[in-house]
């Protein structure tokens, strides 16, 4: 069974730090799609950042340069390392997979984990 619990949230001040941790359950990264979104308060969910099954990474153009998503197999655990967080920031971050089952592509998300950026 697949599933996905985050953590590392948290309160910070501008210009400051966290790491998200994501421990996948019932995933293969060799063979399934791993990703971190965020849904800031009062709009929708964006992709912040999305790792292919060969390890390469693509970012959201706003957290380039600032976040950087890693990976181990034999932990099967998945992180987030965002650097110089703005209050723009803020927002219920969700570890997801895309695994290829059945006769669809299926979507599997954690709990979420809060981030809020202020001074």
């Known amino acids: 069974q697949v599933q996905l619990v985050e953590s590392g949230g948290g309160l910070v001040q501008p210009g400051g730090s966290l790491r998200l941790v994501c421990v996948a359950s019932?995933?293969?990264?060799?063979?399934?799609?791993m990703a971190w979104y965020r849904q800031p308060p009062g709009k929708q969910r964006e992709l912040v950042a999305t790792?292919?099954?060969?390890?390469?990474?693509i970012y959201a153009d706003s957290v380039k340069g600032r976040f950087t998503m890693s990976r181990d197999s034999a932990s099967n655990t998945v992180w987030l390392q965002m650097n110089s967080l703005k209050p723009d920031d803020t927002a219920v971050y969700y570890c997801?997979?895309?695994?290829?089952?059945?006769?669809?592509?299926?979507?599997?998300w954690g709990q979420g984990t809060q981030v809020t950026v202020s001074s």
């Open positions: 997801n997979a895309k695994l290829p089952l059945a006769i669809r592509t299926n979507n599997f």
């Open positions: 019932g995933i293969t990264f060799s063979t399934d799609v």
């Open positions: 790792m292919a099954t060969t390890g390469a990474t």
